[in-house]
T-cell receptor, first 110, second 116 residues
Framework: SQQGEEDPQALSIQEGENATMNCSYK?????LQWYRQNSGRGLVHLIL?????REKHSGRLRVTLDTSKKSSSLLITASRAADTASYFCATEGGAQKLVFGQGTRLTINP | GAVVSQHPSWVICKSGTSVKIECRSL??????MFWYRQFPKQSLMLMATSNEGSKATYEQGVEKDKFLINHASLTLSTLTVTSAHPEDSSFYIC????????????FGEGSRLTVL
């Protein structure tokens, strides 16, 4: 069953603004991962944060993890039109099986 | 990064026929491969986990006789949708885990199946 819930389901912002997406989950995890999916395409791995980490950066991406609240956030700074995509969080509780959230559809308006 | 290739990227078939989708790891040995299904504008649902040389483990609610998974080598897993019906129309995505066990999975580009 899907345990990840993401909000917002859809987000539309102007180019240059920051985009924040949130993810909540229900059970204990080994790590949490964020993926990007362009329409009709496969998934691209963005960042992995382990359960003992609280924050991680990669380029314009910043991910936080709060295991006490069972939540994570993905921040994309200085957004670009090319960032338009769906973003999914996925939790891994063991054996590399990922449980995906419902996703956030991000639209960056030029 | 590692590359996972899926083929075909899209397929249209008549109801009642069987369709095979291949998932290949091109530059690493994939000890485990995962098959997901995604309906339009929805999330990915894990269907099954396949380990090289052993039977696949199916998630609850997934018909193993309907979705045959074979993982005969360390670089190839196949998903066969048997006796396909329109409700099987979906986007099928595979992912592969290598021996480095970094936690990262590598995803194929997906295969869109349309059953008429």
């Amino acid at each position: 069953s899907q345990q990840g819930e993401e909000d917002p389901q859809a987000l539309s912002i102007q180019e240059g603004e920051n985009a924040t997406m949130n993810c909540s989950y229900k059970t204990s995890i080994n790590n949490l991962q964020w993926y990007r999916q362009n329409s009709g395409r496969g998934l691209v791995h963005l960042i992995l944060i382990r359960s003992n980490e609280r924050e991680k950066h990669s380029g314009r991406l910043r991910v936080t993890l709060d295991t006490s609240k069972k939540s994570s956030s993905l921040l994309i700074t200085a957004s670009r039109a090319a960032d338009t995509a769906s973003y999914f969080c996925a939790t891994e509780g063991g054996a590399q099986k990922l449980v995906f959230g419902q996703g956030t559809r991000l639209t960056i308006n030029p | 990064g590692a590359v996972v290739s899926q083929h075909p990227s899209w397929v249209i078939c008549k109801s009642g026929t069987s369709v095979k989708i291949e998932c290949r790891s091109l530059d690493f040995q994939a000890t485990t491969m995962f098959w997901y299904r995604q309906f339009p504008k929805q999330s990915l649902m894990l269907m099954a986990t396949s380990n090289e040389g052993s039977k696949a483990t199916y998630e609850q609610g997934v018909e193993k006789d309907k979705f045959l998974i074979n993982h005969a080598s360390l670089t190839l897993s196949t998903l066969t949708v048997t006796s396909a019906h329109p409700e099987d129309s979906s986007f099928y995505i595979c992912s592969a885990s290598g021996t480095r066990n970094t936690g990262e999975l590598f995803f194929g580009e997906g295969s869109r199946l349309t059953v008429l």
